[in-house]
């Protein structure tokens, strides 16, 4: 079973451009998790989509947004893109969302974004 | 807002030695699971904890969670340098759904 897959696996970007990262869940998983993991800080919580709807946003700007689609694969979109968006932007699956009580989340292997 | 204190930030050790990574907070969570990154690499789950007082072994990993569910430790039994990366912490809230992880320790185990 193929597990959680991001692309592109880098992605390099100029001050105020825009960028987007895809991301597809395991089979089965209907939640989409977003997760930024800057150079010595730990993992922030950006974003949760389920059943196509975004569920909760962490402590981003609005220039962070994304959409999950009908088959559930998501994407993130950075707008007027800065230096300090550099990191590895990390997406994580999880089987029925709401109504999962252990949340567990399963990642995968990031999309190193380099804003120059 | 919950947080999660996890320490130490680094940890450098001979193999064979053992060790101990502490996960704290002032907050209650329903589960909290600890994870392993390996540089390039997103975390992999090691375990979930879900019972307060609840410990689970796994080969020379030992994950323990405090009784009142807002703590939780990692002890390493006779490291190897296979042990080396980033241990993460997350505690799932009682909505149970966003994750919150924990600062980190980088571990690097030397032959």
């Known amino acids: 079973e193929a597990g959680v897959t991001q692309s592109p696996t880098h992605l390099i970007k100029t001050r105020g451009q825009q960028a987007t990262l895809r991301c597809s869940p395991i089979?089965?998983?209907?939640?989409v998790y977003w997760y930024q993991q800057a150079l010595g800080l730990g993992l922030q919580f950006l974003l949760w989509?389920?059943?196509?709807?975004?569920?909760n946003r962490g402590n981003f700007p609005p220039r962070f947004s994304g959409r999950q689609f009908p088959n559930y694969s998501s994407e993130l979109n950075v707008n007027a893109l800065e230096l300090e968006d550099s990191a590895l932007y990390l997406c994580?699956?999880?089987?029925?969302?709401?109504?999962?009580?252990?949340?567990?989340?399963?990642f995968g292997a990031g999309t190193r974004l380099s804003v120059l | 807002t919950q947080l999660l204190e996890q320490s130490p930030q680094f940890l450098s050790i001979q193999e064979g030695e053992n060790l101990t990574v502490y996960c704290n907070s002032s907050?209650?969570?329903?589960?909290l699971q600890w994870y392993r990154q390996e540089p390039g690499e997103g975390p992999v789950l090691l375990v979930t904890?879900?019972?307060?007082?609840e410990v689970k072994k796994l080969k020379r990993l030992t994950f323990q969670f405090g009784d009142a569910r807002k703590d939780s430790s990692l002890h390493i039994t006779a490291a190897q340098p296979g042990d080396t990366g980033l241990y993460l912490c997350?505690?799932?809230?009682?909505?149970?759904?966003?994750?919150?992880f924990g600062g980190g320790t980088r571990l690097m185990v030397k032959p």
């Open positions: 994580a699956s999880s089987p029925q969302g709401l109504r999962l009580a252990k949340n567990i989340q399963y």
């Open positions: 089979s089965g998983h209907t939640s």
């Open positions: 989509y389920d059943e196509g709807e975004e569920r």
């Open positions: 907050s209650v969570f329903s589960s």
């Open positions: 904890v879900v019972t307060g007082g």
């Open positions: 997350a505690g799932a809230g009682n909505a149970g759904n966003m994750l919150t």
